[in-house]
């Protein structure tokens, strides 16, 4: 507001002059104003003293101050409700306070105190490389294995030469929106768990479960899992519509001619598993069968994480036309389980490669064919 030249006592003395018989007009003339500004004082201040004027003049500043205070706060309230979302990343405050400079016309000081933001930290500008390549081949990798998260990519990253930190991709992850979302699950009451043992070395121990999924015109079929707990390898993959005891016996039983007599058996208490076939292959094999308490799915933890893999990976992501394409797809999916999957318990080994440093294989190439020798027994 325009302060007047005249003061609260100036003021009061030209109104008594005027109440003690003075002309208007040589008041105006005597002390150089108008007459609009004589009757708008006498309208103002008429039948007040000093006192009273001035007690006016200090209401009238802090009505003022208030009606600016007043504005700012819904200014700034303004501000805020025009930004959407939360601002937590320093990238985020920079885009903000451009935004409220732009469309409010504000300052940066008051734009960054509004946001609470450091005027240093909005000035800043990053000096890292754009990494367009390595976004490229990220986002690639990550539409393939639509349920790896950036740990497994890095894996697959380190291994096509790619030399990065798992930081650093963590945040080209968060700036690309790879982010896997989880899938929701019942929760599970949360009892007394005894760990369960590792065993030290292949064929020592064997998992068995099944899974249960549909076809794409909904005819329900059935996979059974077999799952080496030392290695963490895959050694079988049946889809069928229905896996009876006797099916079961003479899968186990092509496995046993591929890689040996296993010491145990662990699995729960499905009828198929508790069958006479069952128990007629694990006497005749002479193979320990372990079942599981009835209803602690966690006593046989290793083919359960490896079912919440598979369903995860292919099962929710794959339509299977039919019971062959099922197979088929079954079988890519094993082989690439098995040789190219990085496993996070196993150092980020493959399956395969965990199990070579047990046994190192030799290549055909160094045997005799034609030797008389006798083949090695394993």
Not at 127 to 144: G, N
Request: net charge positive; glycine share 6%.
């Amino acid at each position: 507001m325009k302060r007047s030249r005249f003061t609260d006592e100036q003021i009061i003395g030209v109104l008594k002059e005027h109440e003690t018989g003075a002309n208007v007009a040589d008041l105006c003339r005597k002390h150089g104003m108008s007459d609009a500004t004589f009757y708008g004082w006498k309208s103002k201040y008429g039948g007040m003293d000093v006192s009273e004027a001035r007690r006016l003049r200090s209401l009238e500043d802090e009505n003022a101050k208030l009606k600016r205070l007043l504005a700012d706060a819904m200014l700034d309230n303004a501000a805020l409700k025009d930004l959407l979302g939360k601002m937590v990343t320093p990238a985020a405050r920079r885009e903000a306070v451009a935004h409220l400079r732009t469309a409010l016309e504000m300052s940066e000081r008051r734009a960054c105190t509004i946001l609470g933001a450091s005027r240093m930290t909005v000035r800043y500008r990053s000096l890292r490389p754009p990494d367009v390549e390595l976004r490229e081949r990220l986002k690639a990798l990550a539409h393939e294995r639509r349920r790896f998260g950036y740990r497994r990519l890095h894996v697959l990253l380190r291994r096509e030469g790619h030399v990065v930190n798992h930081k650093r991709l963590y945040r080209l992850y968060r700036e690309e929106r790879l982010a896997v979302r989880k899938r929701g699950g019942r929760k599970r009451a949360v009892g007394t768990r005894a760990p369960l043992a590792i065993p030290l070395g292949p064929n020592q121990r064997w998992s068995l479960d099944f899974v249960s999924d549909q076809l794409a015109c909904g005819r329900r079929f059935r996979i059974l899992t077999v799952v080496d707990d030392c290695t963490r390898e895959c050694l079988a993959l049946v889809a069928d519509s229905s896996l009876s005891g006797v099916r079961v016996a003479r899968e186990l039983d092509r496995l046993l001619a591929e890689r040996g007599r296993p010491t145990t058996v662990v699995s729960d208490n499905g009828t198929e598993l508790t069958s006479n076939a069952i128990l007629r292959w694990a006497a005749e094999t002479r193979v320990g069968w372990h079942y599981i308490a009835p209803g602690k799915p966690i006593q046989n933890a290793f083919v359960e994480s490896f079912n919440g893999r598979l369903r995860d990976e292919l099962l929710n992501e794959t339509l299977f036309r039919s019971l062959p394409h099922a197979r088929a797809t079954l079988a890519l999916w094993r082989a690439d389980y098995n040789t190219a999957r990085p496993h996070s318990r196993l150092g980020w080994l493959t399956p395969n490669d965990y199990a070579e440093t047990f046994y190192p294989r030799r290549a055909p190439a160094l045997r005799n064919l034609a030797s008389s020798a006798p083949a090695p027994v394993a």
